[in-house]
Nanobody
């Protein structure tokens, strides 16, 4: 079992920045591919960013490329999502997820956190 706990959400003005954190506990963190997803009211959960243990295996949704950065610290069992140049359309509940194997943009992940709300005001 892997437990995931997100933090760092909040209210920010458009153009601002936030950093989300996802602390993992349980099994060996470095073995898992990690993903960030988001879900806005009335919409499906969508992939935002993902990263395996390799520094070269990083993936982003087109909507966040150049604005968001995913990183992980295996020593701290934590994955981060640095969000910059935030837009009102980034408003959503953000979820951290873990799976064995490679990153996928589908919701086919084994473990999920409880989510953290990000609200971007115009």
């Amino acid at each position: 079992q892997v437990q995931l706990v997100e933090s760092g959400g909040g209210l920010v003005q458009a153009g601002g920045s936030l950093r989300l954190s996802c602390a993992a506990s349980g099994r060996t963190f470095s073995n898992y591919a990690m993903g960030w997803f988001r879900q806005a009211p009335g919409k499906e959960r969508e992939f935002v960013a993902g990263k395996t243990w390799s520094p070269f295996s990083t993936y982003y949704a087109d909507s966040v490329k150049g604005r968001f950065t995913i990183s992980r610290d295996n020593a701290k069992n934590t994955v981060y999502l640095q969000m910059s140049s935030l837009k009102p359309e980034d408003t959503a509940v953000y979820y951290c997820a873990a799976r064995t194997g490679v990153v996928t943009t589908s919701i086919d992940y084994d473990y999920w956190g409880q989510g953290t709300q990000v609200t971007v005001s115009a």
